[in-house]
């Protein structure tokens, strides 16, 4: 190992073991020590917000509306919600007792996990690395986060954060390459909240079964939204627009491919047009030269994608839309693709970029087939006026969460659980959900000195306890 690396191990090894040593302190944090770190955290964001919008715009050109809406708003939701909520949350919950326990306490505690481990991506750099620390900070945990090395300026400014705002034995922060995550996730961490791709995920879950550490795992996938005839065509085009080509389709539920009904297609395609120039280009200028349009996050990315339109071109795309590419601006237009097989890899990767295939249907139970041959989305978007419609989808699929006409904002509502299922996640976040995740659910039970309602569980065992046991089973059984 190099002389670097040594000293990032080091320190590694070093601020892990007093997050360790200070985690069983936190253990007894009440609610006020742990309403103090949020608010500070909340004032720290609101002094710098001007800076939010800097470290965003120079690594993804991120319009600053866009960054207030899903970077800056996002996390002081969580936190106002953490705040307004906490006492609450961590009050111990009464279960009911059935009958075979009369006269027994039974309750719920809830406990911090202990250490933890924040891995965030590079999409969404500020508030993915926030939200779940809020979880973790309601909780009574302590934290360490590893931000992504693509997104150099956010990293370098939640850094700046995390050093003025705690101490390195609460929170902490390490940035740096691949091998900074391999030396973390090497380390006995109680609980580990990893937002990324599938396949990286799966490296997270195998280093955390070597310690049997819970996990928190938001990945992605190919989410579909479905637009079914007789819905209105300029809202769904509006709505889809927003939620694909937002920070330039670089989002985990982001629409991936689109299936419409067939009698609807044409009129819908020119509705999706007259949207996307009224969005990105209403001057005519070209949308390269929007203000309110991202950019790719890197060359490497851009490629990537770049890859995969070519691909469905020569496999017999055809391009309704876009497909302008400027690379040293690492640019991609907003690009909508009809003539879609499942032969093209853009049917088999998370696009994760401004591409938008549309494939027709012409029957609503065709819908169920497309979508369960593939892994289990993180989201899926139905645009109907039918209930039956709706009815059937939901019931014929599985997601990690559903918006009915309309797209992203379900991740926007703090109430709802934020997840996927299997492929695209396991477990969820947000609110009451996130401080869930980082905590353990203690079941206790409290029986009265020299009481029990269940003697005849004690050997010997002879006629009288025989007789006690079956009418106990006819009874509670």
């Not at 003539?339 to 249907?361: C, T, V």
């Amino acid at each position: 190992m190099d002389p670097i690396a040594l000293h990032i191990q080091a320190n590694v090894d070093l601020i892990f073991n007093k997050q360790r040593h200070h985690a069983l302190q936190l253990r007894l944090s009440t609610k006020e020590e742990r309403l103090i770190k949020l608010k500070k955290l909340q004032t720290w964001i609101r002094k710098n917000i001007g800076e939010i919008r800097n470290a965003l715009y120079a690594d993804l050109k991120k319009p600053s509306v866009e960054v207030d809406l899903s970077e800056t708003y996002v996390v002081l939701a969580e936190i106002n919600l953490a705040i307004k909520n906490l006492g609450k949350w961590m009050q111990p919950t009464k279960v009911n007792n059935p009958m075979s326990m009369a006269g027994i306490q039974s309750y719920i505690q809830y406990e911090p996990k202990g250490t933890s481990l924040i891995i965030s991506p590079w999409n969404f750099p500020f508030q993915l690395a926030i939200t779940p620390l809020v979880s973790a900070i309601a909780a009574g945990c302590t934290a360490i986060i590893k931000p992504s090395e693509m997104s150099v300026h956010t990293s370098a400014l939640l850094s700046r954060m995390v050093a003025e705002v705690f101490a390195v034995e609460e929170v902490a922060l390490f940035q740096g390459e691949v091998n900074v995550a391999e030396m973390l996730l090497q380390k006995p961490f109680e609980h580990i909240f990893f937002t990324g791709s599938p396949s990286v995920g799966k490296t997270v879950m195998k280093a955390a079964a070597e310690h049997l550490a819970s996990v928190t795992l938001e990945l992605g996938g190919k989410s579909p939204a479905i637009i079914d005839k007789g819905t209105n065509l300029d809202d769904a085009a509006q709505k889809i627009a927003w939620g694909k080509f937002m920070n330039s389709g670089q989002t985990c539920i982001a629409p991936d491919y689109l299936l419409v009904n067939s009698s609807i297609l044409d009129s819908f395609l020119v509705h999706l047009k007259a949207q996307i120039i009224k969005m990105y280009d209403p001057k005519g200028k070209g949308i390269h030269k929007s203000k309110d349009y991202a950019r790719i996050i890197n060359g490497k990315n851009l490629k990537r994608i770049s890859r995969l339109l070519n691909d469905a071109l020569l496999k017999g795309a055809v391009m309704h839309f876009g497909g302008e590419i400027i690379e040293e601006e690492c640019f991609i237009a907003p690009t909508v693709l009809t003539h879609i097989s499942e032969e093209m890899d853009i049917m088999n990767e998370e696009i994760f970029g401004p591409l938008l295939p549309i494939i027709p249907y012409e029957n609503i139970k065709e819908i169920p087939c497309m979508i369960n041959s593939k892994p289990k989305p993180l989201a899926m978007y139905v645009f109907s006026n039918e209930a039956f419609v709706m009815d059937y989808i939901l019931s014929h699929t599985s997601a990690g969460g559903v918006c009915i006409n309309d797209t992203i904002v379900h991740y926007l509502h703090p109430e709802l659980p934020f997840g996927g299922v299997n492929n695209s996640g396991i477990g969820k976040s947000h609110g009451y959900h996130g401080f869930l995740a980082f905590s353990n659910q203690k079941s206790i039970l409290k029986q009265k000195t020299g009481f029990t309602t269940n003697k005849m569980l004690y050997p010997p065992y002879g006629f009288a306890e025989k007789k006690i046991s079956e009418v106990f089973i006819k009874l509670f059984g």
